[in-house]
């Protein structure tokens, strides 16, 4: 029953948008969503810090870098997890320079996704998009585990001159608006996105990492490049000497409303690997086949080969994902190369609930998961439930902070 729910929902960005929105609302209630589950309530509720949780991971060494901004930040983990996977969302009010496509916020999604970050149209309408990122921060502060969260900026669709094509982007989220925004907040940190196919990539590569960004975040499904282009080697070269990780999401891409998989095949992430650059794979290639193989096997060979190849674990919990978080953690090329994410907000969806898990996990252990109302606690408990080992957490600071 639950795979073939999976199979479905995994379909699900191919049909009309009511049809897909019955559909989510009827998996909900199929699944039996608890009433306290994230989804039904606002991320911000789930303030119990008296329950006995993890116990704090060892601190990291501290750092010989100069920017305030990061080392202040990284105090502000208070001794918990950093996540390397959320998205924020903004439709350009309060001059954020955010764009959405007009079909993306027609879209079910749409709604979906606004009442994940906790708030409505009208509030990013009267407060500016910045607000996505006060919940986001005040998820972060009242969540029991997890201190940090690298919040990602999007680049769009380049044209052939080398300039942002707003008719084919679907989501833009600036970099400057984020840099700015992250550095007032608690807990966050800047994710650059930076689409290699700029007139300007390199200079813009060199001013987000001025502005302390921890990784570049890419789709390039959606922002249509591919990676394995050798037009690109000289912004990894750059990549690689600014120190800056590469974030790159394989696998099939179903949160937009239409995307070019086959750019993202892992395998394609060769190129960078090769030339030395630290390349995460998100989602570890779940889920998509490329070349007739399963892109959790292109990813996982890829772990195996490169000692810079790292994949993160975020979304392995999705509906359309079941059983692929312990698959990747039982195979050994993947030991001591995950990192945790989440990707939030799609971890507050009906997406995903630890009763998707009954048949992989204890019961008392998803319980647990389920009655924690802090999307990220949730996560976490959810995650460990599934076989999730603590070093698996406590690697995203080391990875990605290590040298800052
Ligand atoms: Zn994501």
């Known amino acids: 029953m639950i795979e073939s729910r999976s199979r479905l929902i995994e379909k699900i960005h191919g049909l009309p948008a009511e049809i897909g929105k019955l559909f989510v609302i009827l998996i909900t209630i199929l699944s039996g969503f608890p009433p306290h589950c994230h989804g039904i309530e606002s991320p911000l509720q789930g303030k119990d810090s008296s329950a006995k949780g993890l116990q704090s991971p060892s601190r990291y060494p501290q750092s010989s870098q100069s920017s305030q901004r990061v080392d202040w930040n990284r105090d502000s983990l208070r001794g918990k997890y950093l996540d390397c996977h959320v998205h924020t969302a903004g439709?350009?009010?309060?001059?954020?320079?955010?764009?959405?496509?007009?079909?993306?916020?027609?879209?079910?999604?749409?709604?979906?996704?606004?009442?994940?970050?906790?708030?409505?149209?009208?509030?990013?309408?009267?407060?500016?998009?910045?607000?996505?990122?006060?919940?986001?921060?005040?998820?972060?502060s009242a969540s029991k585990f997890v201190g940090g969260a690298v919040v990602l900026a999007m680049d769009g669709v380049i044209d052939a001159t080398g300039a942002l094509d707003t008719n084919r982007t679907q989501v833009y989220i600036p970099n400057e608006f984020l840099a700015k925004e992250t550095r007032k907040r608690p807990g966050l940190f800047f994710g650059a996105s930076v689409n290699p196919r700029r007139?300007?990539?390199?200079?813009?590569?060199?001013?987000?990492?001025?502005?302390?960004?921890?990784?570049?975040?890419?789709?390039?499904?959606?922002?249509?490049?591919?990676?394995?282009?050798?037009?690109?080697?000289?912004?990894?070269?750059?990549?690689?000497?600014?120190?800056?990780?590469?974030?790159?999401?394989?696998?099939?891409?179903?949160?937009?409303?239409?995307?070019?998989?086959?750019?993202?095949?892992?395998?394609?992430?060769?190129?960078?690997?090769?030339?030395?650059?630290?390349?995460?794979?998100?989602?570890?290639g779940v889920p998509g086949k490329n070349h007739g193989e399963p892109n959790v096997d292109r990813a996982i060979r890829l772990l195996g080969r490169y000692p810079n190849a790292y994949a993160d674990i975020s979304s392995l919990t999705q509906i359309n994902k079941l059983g692929f978080l312990g698959r990747v953690l039982s195979r050994p090329e993947a030991r001591g190369k995950l990192i945790y994410g989440s990707d939030f907000p799609l971890v507050n969806t009906p997406l995903v609930s630890p009763y998707y898990h009954v048949f992989r996990a204890h019961l008392t252990e998803l319980r647990q998961a389920a009655r924690e109302s802090n999307p990220w606690d949730q996560d976490v408990r959810l995650k460990q439930a599934l076989g999730a080992s603590r070093d698996i957490f406590e690697a995203t600071e080391k990875l990605l902070l290590k040298s800052k």
């Open 199 to 284: 007139a300007d990539a390199l200079r813009v590569l060199d001013s987000v990492a001025a502005q302390g960004a921890v990784l570049v975040k890419w789709i390039p499904s959606i922002m249509r490049f591919d990676p394995a282009d050798s037009a690109n080697i000289p912004f990894y070269l750059e990549m690689k000497r600014l120190g800056l990780p590469l974030l790159s999401h394989t696998g099939k891409e179903s949160s937009f409303i239409d995307a070019e998989d086959s750019l993202c095949d892992p395998a394609r992430l060769e190129l960078p690997l090769r030339l030395g650059v630290t390349v995460i794979m998100a989602h570890c």
């Open 91 to 140: 439709i350009g009010a309060g001059g954020s320079g955010c764009f959405l496509s007009s079909t993306l916020r027609r879209s079910y999604k749409f709604k979906i996704y606004l009442r994940a970050f906790g708030v409505t149209e009208q509030e990013l309408k009267d407060s500016g998009d910045a607000l996505v990122l006060d919940r986001i921060s005040a998820g972060i």
